[in-house]
């Protein structure tokens, strides 16, 4: 078997259709092949290091091949793999539960296998809750201009990314759109709560028409990530809150991607203080080791399901459902919060870099710099269609691995990562600005 670079990228481009990619663009731009993990660095077959300035796709929470998740597995794997949860049970699904509604305030964790999933079974949950409640034309959704949550015909119809979308309009369901408070929209002088609230008021104005149809509004807490890690005041959950009261509207949080610590709280919602109807977790649950997802509740919704009639209960599956190797995992990384005082760790190593950030935030081409637990983002000035190719390209050749969205850089590392890996990042960034790639 070859250790070569070079053979694993063209067999990859052969058998592997990559996602989120035009394929043909790998006529140019190189796939890269990765042999190992270790920690915040990801190493390839040439013994190149890249720090993982992405988390592999805001997954990675304590970096590769975490000594603690590893053992854990491995106890798992010689203990119980899965078994079908329908009519079954097993110690790890039933302690993550437990430990999940004790952190979300929440219950009656139901599962999924990736965030789609997880955003599918809050929409479908919200519905089947006001149909059970004899209120059956509560049917439509509301979400955020630039929202994600994620790819499957339920989740597109709630994302509105263009690119991802528009293609598959006919195969959508139309939903509502309210403006973003994404900050970085506001007027001259306008305070971001300011803004914040005036989207706020948008809502109402589409709850007062329309609340009567309306099942849910979903919405990613305090930071919109695939928008550009558009950031976001807290005022605006703590009024959303308010108002789905006010007019009966469940209020969904994504906590997809901002959940487990990413936002310095351990869920996003944390920082208004409010507890959604439905939380949909993923990503950096199992510390970006397995795919799984969890759909949280309140306990008025399950009893709305709660009955004789088999068809009030939520007949939603997947095989996968629960799996005993995913949950073990996800239990770890919930001791590893624990022990090890990860919150606390985090906000100390983001204080140190901060002067490190404001240099970098100094620079002439950098716009809206912003900063949000364990996630640095700015916009970059004068950019051209490509830039973000390009930036990858380059940051690459220096080791580090990112995916600018757009014109906006945003670093998301392992909570792994070193403080003198963060000061490396930004000087690089810093190199890559002054070379004027654009
Ligand atoms: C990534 C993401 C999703 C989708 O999760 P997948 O595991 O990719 O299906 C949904 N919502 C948000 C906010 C996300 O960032």
Same mark, same amino acid.
């Given at each position: 078997m070859s250790q070569h670079n070079q053979d694993w990228l063209a067999r990859s481009r052969r058998a592997v259709w990559h996602?989120?990619? &035009?394929? *043909? &663009?790998h006529e140019q731009l190189p796939i890269v092949p990765i042999a190992r993990g270790e920690g915040a660095w990801l190493i390839d077959f040439e013994g190149r290091r890249f720090l993982d300035g992405v988390s592999s796709w805001w997954?990675?929470? @304590?970096?590769?091949?975490n000594p603690r998740i590893n053992v854990a597995l491995m106890d798992q794997m010689n203990t119980l793999e899965h078994v079908i949860l329908a009519g079954f049970t097993q110690k790890p699904v039933v302690e993550l539960s437990e430990k999940l509604g004790e952190l979300t305030g929440l219950g009656h964790a139901f599962y999924g296998s990736d965030g789609a999933s997880a955003t599918e079974i809050a929409l479908k949950m919200s519905y089947h809750y006001w149909r059970n409640r004899g &209120?059956? *034309? *509560?049917t439509g959704f509301v979400s955020l201009k630039n929202?994600?949550?994620?790819?499957?015909l339920g989740a597109l119809s709630v994302t509105d990314v263009p690119l991802f979308s528009a293609t598959y309009a006919p195969l959508l369901r139309e939903t509502h759109r309210v403006m973003s =408070? /994404?900050? $970085?929209?506001?007027?001259?002088?306008?305070?971001a709560e300011a803004y914040a609230l005036r989207a706020a008021d948008q809502l109402e104005a589409l709850f007062k028409q329309h609340a009567t149809d309306l099942a849910a509004f979903i919405v990613e807490p305090l930071c919109q990530g695939a928008a550009g890690m558009a950031m976001y005041h807290p005022v605006y959950l703590r009024r959303v809150r308010e108002l789905c009261d006010e007019y009966n509207v469940h209020l969904v949080a994504d906590?997809?991607?901002?959940? @487990?610590? $990413?936002?310095?709280?351990? @869920?996003?919602c944390e920082h208004a203080g409010i507890k959604p109807d439905l939380i949909c977790l993923s990503k950096g649950i199992t510390g970006g080791y397995l795919p799984l997802s969890a759909v949280l509740t309140t306990d008025e919704i399950y009893a709305a399901f709660?009955? /004789? /009639?088999?068809? $009030?209960? @939520?007949?939603h599956s997947h095989?996968?459902?629960?799996?005993a190797l995913a949950c073990r995992a996800a239990l770890e990384v919930l001791h590893i919060f624990k022990d090890e005082d990860v919150l606390a760790t985090n906000r100390q190593k983001a204080s140190i870099v901060a002067p490190d950030f404001a240099r970098l935030s100094?620079? =002439? $081409?950098?716009?809206?710099a912003r900063q949000l637990g364990m996630i640095w983002a700015f916009d970059v000035t004068d950019t051209q269609p490509g830039f973000a190719g390009r930036l990858f390209t380059a940051a690459l050749a220096h080791g580090v691995l990112l995916r600018p969205i757009g014109s906006t850089i945003y670093l998301m590392p392992?909570?792994?990562?070193?403080v003198a890996e963060l000061q490396q990042v930004f000087t690089t960034l810093l190199t890559l600005l002054d070379e004027n790639i654009s």
């Amino acid at each position: 078997m070859s250790q070569h670079n070079q053979d694993w990228l063209a067999r990859s481009r052969r058998a592997v259709w990559h996602p989120c990619t &035009q394929m *043909k &663009q790998h006529e140019q731009l190189p796939i890269v092949p990765i042999a190992r993990g270790e920690g915040a660095w990801l190493i390839d077959f040439e013994g190149r290091r890249f720090l993982d300035g992405v988390s592999s796709w805001w997954v990675n929470l @304590f970096g590769h091949a975490n000594p603690r998740i590893n053992v854990a597995l491995m106890d798992q794997m010689n203990t119980l793999e899965h078994v079908i949860l329908a009519g079954f049970t097993q110690k790890p699904v039933v302690e993550l539960s437990e430990k999940l509604g004790e952190l979300t305030g929440l219950g009656h964790a139901f599962y999924g296998s990736d965030g789609a999933s997880a955003t599918e079974i809050a929409l479908k949950m919200s519905y089947h809750y006001w149909r059970n409640r004899g &209120q059956e *034309k *509560k049917t439509g959704f509301v979400s955020l201009k630039n929202s994600y949550h994620g790819e499957t015909l339920g989740a597109l119809s709630v994302t509105d990314v263009p690119l991802f979308s528009a293609t598959y309009a006919p195969l959508l369901r139309e939903t509502h759109r309210v403006m973003s =408070p /994404d900050w $970085r929209l506001a007027e001259l002088g306008e305070s971001a709560e300011a803004y914040a609230l005036r989207a706020a008021d948008q809502l109402e104005a589409l709850f007062k028409q329309h609340a009567t149809d309306l099942a849910a509004f979903i919405v990613e807490p305090l930071c919109q990530g695939a928008a550009g890690m558009a950031m976001y005041h807290p005022v605006y959950l703590r009024r959303v809150r308010e108002l789905c009261d006010e007019y009966n509207v469940h209020l969904v949080a994504d906590e997809i991607a901002m959940g @487990f610590g $990413r936002t310095g709280t351990l @869920f996003a919602c944390e920082h208004a203080g409010i507890k959604p109807d439905l939380i949909c977790l993923s990503k950096g649950i199992t510390g970006g080791y397995l795919p799984l997802s969890a759909v949280l509740t309140t306990d008025e919704i399950y009893a709305a399901f709660y009955a /004789d /009639d088999v068809s $009030r209960g @939520f007949l939603h599956s997947h095989s996968y459902t629960g799996n005993a190797l995913a949950c073990r995992a996800a239990l770890e990384v919930l001791h590893i919060f624990k022990d090890e005082d990860v919150l606390a760790t985090n906000r100390q190593k983001a204080s140190i870099v901060a002067p490190d950030f404001a240099r970098l935030s100094a620079h =002439p $081409r950098v716009r809206n710099a912003r900063q949000l637990g364990m996630i640095w983002a700015f916009d970059v000035t004068d950019t051209q269609p490509g830039f973000a190719g390009r930036l990858f390209t380059a940051a690459l050749a220096h080791g580090v691995l990112l995916r600018p969205i757009g014109s906006t850089i945003y670093l998301m590392p392992p909570y792994v990562v070193t403080v003198a890996e963060l000061q490396q990042v930004f000087t690089t960034l810093l190199t890559l600005l002054d070379e004027n790639i654009s």
